[in-house]
């Protein structure tokens, strides 16, 4: 338990951002984060029948939604994060859960979904596959989508050290927003990432 607690600590991306094994009780920025998703997105903290984590990363909404909902699948591309997320997986007994080792471009799944959570992560859906990332989703959304990311290439450009190409220019709010009603969803709300300044919360709805 000590050797996966210190793990987890030592991988968490950004630092001082992690939970306690045994209890989940968040801890340093992880606390804060969740502080502003509970403002912004409390649909994230209800039970569902279905709960998939894109980007699941050190697993803390997973491990969450095992307690409260009945089905949970983590995507993650990182092979260290899954291996770790396992492991706690088996500390925890956590029978409902499912960790898949992929990228979303890489994920075919008929199956559909009560709550989609992609933290800090759906820019990274976009640039792999454009704004078709949005049609997966709709295929596989059965109610509400809860995502956090900046909302403007420019920031990618500037920040995340993006290639200033099409791509990048064409993510905007506004196009955002096209593509959201274009594939049959609604914004519920949008506030600010408890984090990280560029980033806003974003609730839709199917």
């Given at each position: 338990?000590?050797?996966?607690?210190?793990?987890?600590?030592?991988?968490?991306?950004?630092?001082n951002y992690y939970y306690d094994i045994e209890t989940l009780e968040p801890i340093g920025l992880l606390k804060k984060r969740l502080e502003a998703f509970k403002i912004g997105a409390p649909?994230?903290?209800?039970?569902?029948?279905?709960?998939?984590?894109?980007?699941?990363?050190?697993?803390?909404?997973?491990?969450?939604?095992?307690?409260?909902?009945?089905?949970?699948?983590?995507?993650?591309?990182?092979?260290?994060?899954?291996?770790?997320?396992?492991?706690?997986?088996?500390?925890?007994?956590?029978?409902?859960?499912?960790?898949?080792?992929?990228?979303?471009?890489?994920?075919?799944?008929?199956?559909?979904?009560?709550?989609?959570?992609?933290?800090?992560?759906?820019?990274?859906?976009?640039?792999?596959?454009?704004?078709?990332?949005?049609?997966?989703?709709?295929?596989?959304?059965?109610?509400?989508?809860?995502?956090?990311?900046?909302?403007?290439?420019?920031?990618?450009?500037?920040?995340?050290?993006?290639?200033?190409?099409?791509?990048?220019?064409?993510?905007?709010?506004?196009?955002?927003?096209?593509?959201?009603?274009?594939?049959?969803?609604?914004?519920?709300?949008?506030?600010?990432?408890?984090?990280?300044?560029?980033?806003?919360?974003?609730?839709?709805?199917?």
């Open positions: 338990m000590n050797k996966i607690q210190q793990t987890l600590n030592a991988i968490s991306y950004p630092q649909e994230l903290f209800k039970s569902y029948n279905s709960f998939l984590d894109i980007g699941s990363s050190i697993g803390y909404f997973l491990f969450y939604h095992s307690l409260k909902s009945k089905k949970v699948v983590g995507i993650e591309p990182e092979s260290g994060a899954v291996d770790l997320c396992l492991q706690i997986k088996k500390i925890r007994r956590s029978i409902n859960l499912e960790i898949i080792n992929s990228k979303f471009s890489q994920y075919e799944s008929e199956d559909k979904f009560d709550l989609i959570f992609i933290g800090n992560a759906f820019h990274y859906l976009y640039k792999d596959e454009g704004w078709i990332v949005l049609q997966k989703l709709a295929k596989i959304s059965n109610n509400f989508i809860v995502m956090e990311f900046p909302m403007e290439g420019k920031h990618l450009i500037e920040i995340g050290g993006w290639k200033e190409d099409e791509t990048t220019r064409d993510f905007t709010e506004k196009r955002f927003k096209e593509e959201v009603k274009k594939n049959s969803f609604e914004i519920i709300r949008t506030s600010r990432s408890g984090t990280m300044g560029d980033r806003k919360i974003v609730v839709i709805k199917k």
